[in-house]
């Protein structure tokens, strides 16, 4: 089984910066792809961002195009989330996902709250 370990959300001003962390165990063979998905009260959960481990694509939520930037180390098997001119609708539970030859992972969230 895989563990995605998160770490970095927090209270923030908006327009603020904070830097989201997840970090994947396990006896892992091959991690296709990780990313980030938020979900805020009363609202489905929506991705974020997401990049393949091999050739490093990305692919953002138009929300936090211009604003986030994930990135990742996979000598770390971590993946990173940048987010910067946070607003107060960045406001959610941030859940890390991992795709690994155990499929579909998911962390335990992280909470982000970003003040008017």
């Known amino acids: 089984q895989v563990r995605l370990v998160e770490s970095g959300g927090g209270l923030v001003q908006a327009g603020g910066s904070l830097r989201l962390s997840c970090a994947a165990s396990?006896?892992?063979?091959?991690?296709?792809?990780m990313g980030w998905y938020r979900q805020a009260p009363g609202k489905q959960r929506e991705l974020v961002a997401s990049?393949?481990?091999?050739?490093?694509?990305?692919n953002y939520g138009d929300s936090v195009k211009g604003r986030f930037t994930i990135s990742r180390d996979n000598a770390k098997n971590t993946v990173y989330l940048q987010m910067n001119s946070l607003k107060p609708e960045d406001t959610a539970v941030y859940y890390c996902?991992?795709?690994?030859?155990?499929?579909?992972?998911w962390g335990q969230g992280t909470q982000v709250t970003v003040s008017s």
């Open positions: 396990g006896i892992i063979k091959r991690i296709n792809h």
């Open positions: 996902k991992s795709n690994t030859n155990f499929g579909d992972s």
């Open positions: 990049i393949t481990t091999n050739a490093g694509d990305t």
